[in-house]
């Protein structure tokens, strides 16, 4: 399997690169008919080069999966609504102060007959990052002010009224950490989300979809099923700020990341993270419809167990999920 | 990156045992630099005499400050655990067992339940001085405990927050902190008991983005620093200074987050009045049931 050309390489990924340009090369020699018979040789490279894409995505260190969840082509939010969901309707604003675009969601038709459920209407919304450089400032990198957080709770609570269910996508370098945002209340809107989403009377699945740092993710972050995809990470703090605190050095990231044990698969042994969805080898930017067909088969799978409870049964063990979160020994 | 994130909880701990008070018979304040003497300052519930700072309170100076005569302590015998093997340049189960012998505190909060002008009252009150106050598996289970002694024995529940936030080394676990305490408040709210927060100084972070921000009344310190990310991590986001007195409680009262500020002093009676005003329906409700209302 040949991973699809990406614009952006990673550090760690360039060996791989150099390996596949020398195959590239040999290829062209061969193409020209020089005569030369490199079938061999071509062959050899090959399996080389499987065997390295290999072992560098099955061995992928915390850091190394930090990086690709803030790989500039991830699939972000949008794309895996447009991907899970046909006749979206993205709704604005939180009637209070204004739209912030850091924050997306509106209607639309799940597509859970292509996933292995039934087609239904459902919330879906999440933290927005942009793709190119006036979209990423538009979006401000994917960090939500307060109107974010009210946005998104109006729009949950319109699921509530229509008896929706809900599904949010996370994917934030956290809370924006501005001056205004706190003159507006960012600590009150998140308490305040947290707070609602522990009581609506709706299905409601969280999917960690990239970066998931600290209280910015939780802001939409409570339901009933916690899903994260294999190379997202989600934590208190990201490992950079960590290593800023606790090593008083930016240069400890890596060391930060292994520490906070941030990974999907280290959020399950946590008992946080329900279900790890498998991305394409190499990231989700492989194939962003293969990622999103992921996330909608799991979707599908935990709305269908959801609808079976009663909305007195899905607060109670909503709650109780969360209270069981958490380790600590009596003396 | 560093203007992207809140700064959290640090590793800053004071040194100075159960109260932000250093020893010593006489004290420089921290407010007007003054030397004060200390029997001064402990005569006037930790508050500087000449320019009313407020030193901070441990948990257990709030209980004695607050209820009226004898209080049970709760959940001061949970311990953190270290449960992701953390280490930074120290290992956070050295950390612990550090924190707790410098202390004398098993974790950054305890629990309580007593009177306090003859209301039952349940309290969670914070220990800035176990690293930094922050939020753990111990502190989340402290204040979540504190707010279902409150809806399964009806009485009103308050909260001293004087935290850095969620704390680092428990890593998500820490995080998930916010969601259970804010989770168990529906259920306080939904019993129709009062939730009340005392915010003291610090209160920043994952507290002030769960619990903290979502009470019925929202009580701080003066001039207690209240906020979300740190002062430093928005003076880089922004790239200018902030404005005097930003993320104060006066400004947080300007900006409509907070419903009172109570110097510590008059903290108790004004708790108690307050209480008076709230619980008294509920006395109402009771006498009405006698004589049955006219339609």
């Not at chain 1, 279900?275 to 992921?294: C, F, N, Q, R, Y």
């Not at chain 2, 880089?236 to 987050?257: N, R, V």
Request: glycine share 10%; hydrophobic share 40%.
């Amino acid at each position: 399997m040949a991973a699809k050309k990406t614009t952006h390489l990673l550090e760690f990924e360039r060996p791989l690169a150099d390996l596949e340009a020398k195959l590239e090369e040999m290829r062209a020699i061969r193409n020209e008919d020089t005569g030369k018979d490199l079938g061999d040789s071509i062959a050899a490279l090959e399996s080389r080069v499987d065997d390295l894409r290999t072992s560098i995505y099955k061995n992928l260190t915390r850091w190394q999966r930090v990086q690709i969840a803030r790989h500039p082509d991830r699939p972000y939010s949008l794309d895996h609504i447009e991907n899970l969901t046909e006749g979206f309707v993205e709704l604005h604003g939180d009637r209070l102060f204004g739209d912030d675009p850091a924050m997306v969601g509106g209607f639309g038709t799940f597509k859970g007959s292509k996933f292995g459920s039934e087609d239904q209407t459902v919330m879906i919304l999440g933290h927005q990052k942009g793709r190119d450089t006036k979209n990423r400032k538009y979006r401000r990198f994917g960090m939500p002010n307060p109107e974010g957080y009210r946005k998104a709770l109006r729009l949950m609570e319109l699921a509530v009224r229509f008896n929706k269910p809900i599904i949010t996508l996370l994917d934030t370098p956290g809370a924006f950490p501005g001056q205004e945002a706190e003159e507006r209340g960012q600590a009150e809107a998140i308490a305040r989300n947290l707070f609602e989403m522990a009581r609506m009377p709706v299905p409601i699945i969280v999917v960690v979809i990239g970066e998931g740092a600290s209280g910015g993710a939780l802001g939409i972050g409570v339901g009933d099923r916690m899903l994260m995809l294999e190379n997202a990470w989600y934590s208190v703090i990201s490992p950079e700020n960590c290593s800023a605190i606790l090593w008083r050095s930016w240069d400890y990231k890596e060391e930060a990341a292994r520490a906070l044990k941030l990974t999907a698969h280290d959020l399950v042994e946590q008992k946080i993270v329900d279900e790890v969805i498998p991305e394409p080898l190499g990231g989700a930017h492989h194939d962003a419809v293969s990622t999103s067909a992921g996330i909608g088969k799991a979707i599908a799978s935990h709305l269908s167990q959801l609808k079976k409870l009663s909305p007195e049964e899905l607060i109670a063990s909503r709650i109780a999920k969360f209270d069981e979160i958490g380790s600590f020994a009596e003396v | 990156m560093s203007w992207f994130k809140r700064k959290s909880a640090g590793i800053k701990t004071s040194s100075s045992g159960r109260n932000d008070v250093p020893d010593g018979q006489w004290i420089k304040c921290g407010g007007c630099s003054d030397t004060v003497n200390r029997r001064e300052i402990e005569k006037q519930n930790l508050v500087c005499p000449k320019c009313d700072y407020h030193f901070k309170m441990s948990s257990m100076g709030y209980f004695d400050l607050l209820y009226d005569g004898d209080y049970e302590v709760h959940d001061d015998n949970l311990i953190s655990v270290d449960p992701l093997g953390f280490k930074d340049r120290k290992a956070y189960a050295d950390r612990i067992v550090a924190t707790r012998e410098k202390t004398g505190l098993n974790d950054a909060a305890k629990a309580a339940v007593g009177k306090i002008g003859g209301h039952s009252l349940s309290i969670a009150a914070m220990d800035f001085s176990f690293i930094g106050g922050s939020m753990g598996s111990v502190v989340g289970e402290v204040v979540t405990r504190a707010i279902r002694r409150g809806y399964e024995q009806k009485m009103p529940v308050l909260v001293i927050a004087q935290s850095g936030g969620a704390r680092m080394m428990e890593g998500a676990l820490s995080l998930m902190q916010m969601a259970k305490t804010s989770a168990h408040l529906t259920r306080l709210s939904e019993a129709g008991l009062p939730f009340i927060v005392l915010l003291t100084n610090p209160t920043t972070g994952g507290v002030t983005a769960s619990f903290a921000m979502l009470g019925d009344f929202h009580i701080a310190e003066p001039g207690a620093l209240i906020g979300f990310a740190g002062p430093r991590v928005i003076r880089e986001t922004m790239g200018q200074d902030l404005p005097k007195g930003f993320q104060t409680s006066e400004f947080l009262l300007e900006k409509g987050f907070v419903d009172l500020i109570i110097d510590r002093r008059e903290l108790r009676q004004e708790l108690i009045h307050l209480l008076d005003l709230i619980m008294e329906e509920k006395v109402n409700v009771r006498k009405k049931k006698k004589t049955p209302a006219a339609k």
